[in-house]
């Protein structure tokens, strides 16, 4: 194959690849990062301020450390009980800050 040929082939390859990756769906984020998928999470600080205000409901903050084992033992804990789920989702704004 002449070096001009092989030059189109890459070409062609890398164009469409391009194409490929902005077409592709992103995944959203999933903003509990293990803490209850079914509770609807806020993404900034100001968004839980607005939206405590609004909804007149606390706002609770999951500040946490990913590596520290005392948050992830309180993260199992809060995420397998059903009532604390249920009370994070219908009773309080939530955001989860990870440090």
Same mark, same amino acid.
């Given at each position: 194959m002449n070096?001009?040929?092989? &030059?189109c082939?890459?070409l062609i390859a890398? %164009? +469409?690849? =391009?194409?490929?990756?902005?077409?592709?769906k992103?995944?959203p984020?999933? &903003?509990?990062?293990?803490?209850?998928?079914? %509770? +609807?999470? =806020?993404?900034t600080?100001?968004?839980a301020l607005s939206k405590?205000r609004?909804?007149?409901?606390?706002?609770?903050v999951?500040?946490h450390?990913e590596e520290?084992?005392?948050?992830?033992a309180?993260?199992?804990?809060?995420?397998?009980d059903?009532a604390?789920q249920?009370?994070?989702?219908e009773d309080?704004?939530?955001?989860n800050l990870?440090?």
């Amino acid at each position: 194959m002449n070096p001009s040929a092989l &030059l189109c082939v890459l070409l062609i390859a890398t %164009v +469409l690849d =391009v194409a490929s990756m902005r077409t592709a769906k992103k995944q959203p984020q999933n &903003l509990s990062r293990g803490w209850g998928d079914d %509770v +609807l999470w =806020v993404q900034t600080y100001e968004e839980a301020l607005s939206k405590a205000r609004k909804s007149q409901k606390p706002l609770m903050v999951i500040h946490h450390l990913e590596e520290c084992p005392h948050s992830q033992a309180l993260k199992k804990i809060f995420a397998a009980d059903s009532a604390v789920q249920k009370m994070a989702q219908e009773d309080f704004i939530m955001l989860n800050l990870m440090v």
